[in-house]
């Protein structure tokens, strides 16, 4: 019966700790820009804890077909990680889909980002660092990263033109607290949803103001435009996480 128990145990915690992190969510956010377009979000891939593969990455965006792919930053802090986010920066490029990302806390963590932005860029990703880039209808603007103390919300908006619609891609969604730039759009990341949902999580473990307010997942307005933070595909920390799935995001803007 002891052995009935303990097989019991292991279950309810593979069940609560490891499968939300195997058990992909797709989150179809619509906001209306009138743009007519489908854009895949993946965030904090943290390759070292991640349990989805790329080969499943690569069957969702050829299932999905977006316009354009968004990775809003976490790659990897760990240089000997690199080879394994070789295989996915393959898989999604192999879908010939455009991709454009900024990094994350955890890149910067790294003894040299170097290696990890000539990946990058070796695999054809566009890196937007406190710039902006004109795509077709909207401008796509790249804030760096605010929780490394990297972000520059001037130079990015610098050559913006204001009577497009403007897209904005960041790790950090703390970073709207300080972004007194009108916006259409904001893609952000970093805080996986809580990835341990416990009431009060964010009161002792400081991840900033945002999440002290509640505001740590989902799509949100301000004066300044919409918001949407999404919940991540990996882990940090402790490879599990507590009611709370790995997500990609589909936005139809």
């Not at 170097?114 to 990058?120: G, R």
């Not at 259409?184 to 002792?204: C, E, S, T």
């Not at 307010?213 to 301000?222: A, F």
Request: net charge positive; with cysteine.
């Amino acid at each position: 019966m002891i052995y009935l128990y303990i097989l019991i145990l292991i279950l309810l915690l593979y069940i609560c700790f490891i499968l939300p992190t195997q058990w992909l969510k797709i989150e179809r956010i619509k906001y209306p820009l009138d743009l007519n377009l489908k854009i895949l979000q993946i965030s904090d891939l943290h390759v070292e804890r991640l349990r989805i593969s790329p080969t499943k990455i690569a069957t969702i965006i050829n299932g999905e077909k977006p316009n354009l792919i968004f990775v809003t930053g976490d790659f990897t802090k760990y240089r000997k990680s690199l080879s394994k986010l070789e295989k996915y920066l393959r898989a999604m490029t192999i879908c010939n889909v455009p991709i454009y990302c900024v990094l994350g806390n955890h890149d910067y963590q790294q003894k040299n980002v170097m290696d990890l932005i000539n990946l990058l860029r070796k695999y054809g990703l566009h890196l937007l660092r406190n710039e902006s880039v004109q795509i077709d209808q909207f401008d796509l603007i790249g804030i760096d990263d605010f929780d490394s103390g990297k972000s520059n919300i001037e130079t990015s908006f610098q050559n913006v033109d204001h009577t497009k619609t403007k897209i904005v891609i960041t790790h950090d969604p703390n970073i709207v607290l300080h972004l007194n730039k009108h916006f259409d759009y904001l893609m952000a990341g970093h805080l996986h949803g809580k990835q341990f949902n416990i009431p009060f999580l964010f009161r002792v473990k400081d991840a900033g103001k945002l999440p002290r307010m509640g505001i740590y997942k989902g799509l949100h307005k301000n004066q300044y435009g919409a918001y949407y933070i999404s919940k991540g595909i990996g882990q940090t920390g402790i490879n599990a996480r507590f009611l709370v799935r790995s997500e990609i995001t589909m936005h139809y803007l």
